[in-house]
């Protein structure tokens, strides 16, 4: 059985400090891990992936991630947060092999103040 | 760039109708998913559909809910007959292979 917990359900930070957003998976087979973006009434959008390659991935907008399986995290972070950067973030677990289904976290909305 | 369309953008419907969401995956995707997001709640996974069948799907997905790819470029999903539960955020995904997914912009679904 897989699983997904995002450890905030809401982070606020000051534009020009650095990003944190935790997520904690469990999955029975090895996982895929991603993180989308969710602007409000816009839809998900892809930041970064993990399929079992490189542990530190990167991705848009200067976000990157660490897949650490002895913590069993895939905590999301930036340098320096920008007022754009605000919106929902999903933590997205997906069986590498066996099985389609996708789970997502609760989502951590990421407030950004001037 | 390509990207997975969905239509209508909100769908007003009363209790009991039929309603059928529509999604224009990405052309050379091959793997097609229906999602929905309950206000306030969490993306929910309801079904996959590969090589024109339901690859996997989860205990929301029940014999109220149907998906079809009618031609080569849509994918719908049809809910028989709406509850006031179903309202919802729907979206749709395709890949081309079993990982990375491409959202749509999601149809609201509002059950009176």
């Known amino acids: 059985a897989q699983s997904v917990t995002q450890l905030d359900s809401h982070v606020s930070v000051s534009e020009g400090t650095p990003v944190l957003l935790r997520c904690n998976y469990s999955s029975s087979y090895s996982p895929s891990l991603f993180w989308y973006v969710q602007h409000p009434n816009k839809g998900l959008q892809l930041l970064l992936k993990y399929t079992s390659a490189a542990t530190l991935v990167k991705g848009i907008n200067g976000f990157e991630a660490e897949f650490k399986k002895s913590e069993t995290s895939f905590h999301l972070t930036k340098p320096s947060a920008h007022m754009s950067d605000a919106a929902e973030y999903f933590c997205v677990v997906t069986p590498h092999t066996g099985g389609f289904k996708t789970i997502f976290g609760a989502g951590t909305r990421l407030f950004v103040k001037a | 760039e390509p990207e997975v369309t969905q239509t209508p953008s909100h769908q007003v419907t009363q209790m009991g109708q039929e309603v059928i969401l529509r999604c224009v995956p990405i052309?050379?995707?091959?793997?097609f998913y229906w999602y929905r997001q309950i206000l306030g709640q969490k993306v929910e996974f309801l079904v996959s559909?590969?090589?024109?069948?339901?690859?996997?799907k989860s205990e929301i997905f029940d014999d109220q809910f149907s998906v079809e790819r009618p031609d080569g470029s849509n994918f719908t999903l049809k809910i028989r007959s709406t509850k006031l539960e179903d309202s919802a955020m729907y979206f749709c995904?395709?890949?081309?292979?079993?990982?990375?997914?491409?959202f749509g912009p999601g149809t609201r679904l509002t059950v009176l």
């Open positions: 559909f590969y090589n024109n069948e339901i690859s996997e």
């Open positions: 995904a395709s890949s081309e292979a079993r990982l990375e997914q491409f």
């Open positions: 052309s050379n995707h091959l793997y």
